[in-house]
């Protein structure tokens, strides 16, 4: 087998990232194995997103190692091996959701027919195909987030970077986003996900909570939860965060 | 190709709105042609008051277009002045001839006293000398003269405006970040928008140019193709500046706010002023503005007849900033990604 093969999909050593003299990431490590569904949980501006950026290669640690299937970021060509959704929709909203799945899908390199059936199953996965060509200006915000998460799977990437991707989404919608999101890891997709949303980190195979730069935690929900003698994530978040406070 | 897809998307995005592709195409038409109603050259008759003896040069007057009234005394024709119906009042005092002028525009006051002077001199005709104009004639009104300067003026003003709101919202609307997380180069996103916005300003440009000279009647001695070709630098200067300062504003606002430190000062350096009785050291300023060259080339063409050996100096100028621009653009976008 070849050797990259087996090689983590996000392997992430020591890394540390300032914003002038405030540390957001402070010595984090961990590395995701292919197919696995990882979450990433934590409050608003406790470094979720600035994490998913220097995963992406947009931004640059200041220290440590970023590795996507073994190669270094940040390098343009890795880009392509990985779907993107971030926290704000980057949605064009004079045109429609189809003339928005066409221009990031070419940026990807997809053209005729193979975009336009790529185009189809997406939209179907996230309900959308009758929408398609109102522009996206007349869209619900659910709708919105369905429409970039739709272009987020067009390339069929073997990596989904998804920023609290199911906010503003009904619950319906929302477990049926789940389910297609544990589909795709049984074919082989590696998907990190970041939330703030308690129970659907349950959901994942294994999950990181951040609190304050620093990864207080990093086991499947089930250990989490023995280690922290509580039955909730929420009541695990709250008695490991505070763990770390005493010890700081 | 990922190019050819940020240009079809610029497309479908400006034909969308309207509003926006009005500001491009319609504004500058409205606004040159407003500006011909103004200065359309037509000889203005300045109002004249004369009182007393001095009616025997209300014949005079009248032949040089002059509007003339004589008044009974020297209070009426005072009282006419104060209240804004006369330009000037003439009397003789002592045999000699006492002008008063209204005053208050400079540019009325010497057109007014003009038409005196011819009037009061016009006994010694034989003496006129012939006058011959190397370029323009007689009949070149002030709008022929900073017609083109205007021209270049709206090409870059409302370039600079579109491109710079364009590209920022692209960055507070996420869709940057999002581009930048493709496989997408920097240099392909400038050069996407370069071509994409490359194609209104083209056809803003012919738009502007015909309408000019076939609709305005603007003098027009050179060839028109070298006009467009100067247009079209000059947006482009405007594009990359647009799109380069962008990055370094935060909001729309902060876009309006470049207009009086980037645009107002080119304005007055372009050549729509004569700048000859400014400080010669200021005067130099102008060699770091865009528009300078564009308005000194569009000056050429259209009034002088020049071709491209007597603008190429503005040619490579204009084309060296447009590269440098988007040059740093592509650098400036590291702030975005770092590769």
């Known amino acids: 087998m070849d050797e990259t093969a087996v090689r983590p999909a996000i392997s992430i050593t020591q890394i540390v990232k300032r914003f002038g003299n405030r540390t957001v990431l402070d010595d984090i490590t961990f590395a995701v194995p292919r197919g696995e569904l990882f979450g990433f949980l934590g409050p608003s501006g406790s470094g979720k997103t600035t994490l998913i ?4 290669g947009i931004d640059q640690a200041d220290a440590g190692k970023v590795e996507l299937f073994g190669q270094p970021m940040p390098q343009l060509k890795m880009l392509q091996t990985f779907g993107y959704m971030a926290q704000s929709d980057a949605l064009y909203q004079e045109l429609t959701g189809k003339e928005n799945m066409a221009f990031y899908g070419s940026l990807y390199g997809l053209t005729g027919k193979a975009l336009a059936s790529r185009m189809q199953s997406a939209a179907a996965l996230v309900s959308l195909n009758d929408h398609l060509n109102k522009p996206v200006n007349t869209y619900s915000g659910g709708m919105k987030r369905r429409l970039s998460l739709a272009i987020a799977l067009l390339h069929k990437p073997q990596l989904l970077v998804l920023d609290e991707p199911t906010v503003g989404i009904d619950p319906v919608l929302r477990k049926a986003i789940w ?15 970041t939330t703030h949303v308690m129970d659907e980190a349950e959901k994942c195979d294994r999950l990181g909570l951040i609190r304050d730069g620093k990864l207080i935690a990093l086991d499947t929900p089930q250990a989490i939860m023995e280690q922290a003698g509580v039955h909730t994530i929420e009541e695990a978040f709250i008695a490991l965060g505070r763990g770390k406070e005493e010890q700081a | 190709m990922r190019i050819r897809a940020l240009v079809v ?12 592709l009005a500001l491009l195409l319609l504004a500058p038409l409205l606004i ?12 203005v008759s300045p109002e004249i008051g004369i009182t007393g003896s001095a009616a025997v040069l209300a014949a005079k007057l009248e032949e040089q277009n002059a509007n003339v009234t004589v008044f009974d005394s020297i209070e009426a024709a005072d009282q006419a002045l104060k209240s804004g119906k006369l330009d000037a009042v003439i009397q003789f005092k002592d045999g000699k001839p006492d002008i008063t002028l209204e005053g208050s525009d400079p540019s009325a006051s010497r057109s007014t006293q003009l038409v005196m002077q011819k009037a009061l001199q016009s006994n010694v005709q034989e003496l006129a000398p012939t006058v011959h104009y190397l370029y323009g004639g007689p009949d070149m009104a002030s709008f022929d003269s900073f017609g083109p300067v205007l021209i270049g003026f709206f090409s870059f003003f409302f370039v600079f405006l579109l491109a710079g709101v364009s590209f920022l919202r692209e960055r507070t609307s996420g869709t940057l970040e999002r581009l930048l997380a493709t496989p997408i180069r920097r ?6 928008y370069l071509a994409g916005f490359g194609i209104f300003t083209l056809i803003q440009a012919t738009l502007i140019a015909w309408f000019s ?6 003098s027009m001695s050179g060839n028109i193709v070298n006009m467009l070709l100067i247009n079209l630098l000059l947006s482009l200067t405007a594009l990359t500046l647009g799109t380069l ?5 935060s909001s729309e606002f902060q876009i309006i706010q470049f207009i009086p430190i980037i645009i107002v000062p080119q304005a007055f350096f372009s050549g729509l002023f004569n700048l000859d009785a ?7 300023l102008s060699y770091i503005m865009p528009l300078y060259y564009g308005a000194d080339a569009m000056r050429g063409i259209m009034i002088r007849g020049e071709g491209i050996p007597d603008i190429q100096l503005d040619i490579y100028v204009l084309a060296g900033l447009s590269i440098l621009f988007a040059l740093l653009n592509i650098a400036a976008l590291k702030k975005q990604r770092r590769m």
């Open chain 2, 9 to 20: 998307r610029i497309i479908r995005q400006f034909i969308r709105d309207k509003r926006t």
């Open chain 2, 187 to 192: 240099s392909e996103i400038v050069l996407g």
């Open chain 1, 179 to 193: 389910n297609e999101l544990n589909v795709l890891t049984q074919k082989g997709v590696t998907i990190i996900i």
């Open chain 2, 213 to 218: 000279v076939q609709v305005l009647g603007m």
């Open chain 2, 278 to 284: 400014m400080n010669p050291v200021l005067q130099k």
């Open chain 1, 53 to 56: 950026k220097l995963i992406t």
């Open chain 2, 32 to 43: 040159l042609s407003l500006t011909k109603l103004v200065f359309d050259g037509r000889t």
């Open chain 2, 245 to 249: 300062l962008s990055s370094f504003a």
